[in-house]
């Protein structure tokens, strides 16, 4: 007495449950990652200040969000070779300044007759060079990944 297979074969069944995580699941909780990271860089993001109107007296702040908008995720490879990934990342030229921080350092014009404008407080200043304390680093990047992971799992 044999077995007789009505819908399919265990192999074949184990080789279409295969193809399916491969080319459906896997790629699906990448992106899933991905978003979730990019949601929580978002979340650690500080919102950045313009003063406006700029030549007026009294200036007000008005927040921006250039790099807080300007963080994505971005789908790298093509899944076909069975290697791609996911980047969370940003094109704002200032980020690493951000991130990382800066030391203190002077800032000078570019042209050495003119004098730099700032406002203080807002009010508009200047001066010839400022003696800039420097910035601490947000590492809204690096902190995300440790605080992901009790969320992601293994």
């Given at each position: 007495m044999g077995v007789k297979w009505i819908t399919e074969k265990p192999d074949e069944f184990f080789q279409r449950k295969?193809?399916?995580?491969?080319?459906?699941?896997?790629?699906?909780?990448?992106?899933?990652?991905?978003?979730?990271?990019?949601?929580?860089i978002r979340r650690r993001t500080p919102r950045g200040v313009r003063w406006s109107p700029p030549g007026a007296p009294f200036a007000i702040a008005v927040p921006t969000s250039t790099l807080h908008d300007s963080i994505d995720k971005d789908r790298k490879g093509k899944w076909v070779t069975g290697h791609y990934r996911w980047v969370?990342?940003?094109?704002v030229e200032y980020a690493p300044y951000v991130e990382y921080g800066t030391r203190p350092h002077l800032i000078a014009p570019r042209n050495p007759n003119s004098s730099l404008?700032?406002?203080?407080?807002?009010n508009e200043t200047g001066a010839k060079v400022v003696h800039h304390p420097g910035t601490r680093p947000v590492l809204m990047f690096s902190r995300s990944v440790p605080a992901m992971r009790p969320r992601i799992g293994y």
């Open positions: 295969k193809d399916e995580l491969h080319k459906k699941v896997i790629p699906r909780i990448a992106k899933d990652v991905a978003e979730a990271f990019k949601d929580e969370v990342s940003t094109n404008v700032y406002y203080m407080g807002g």
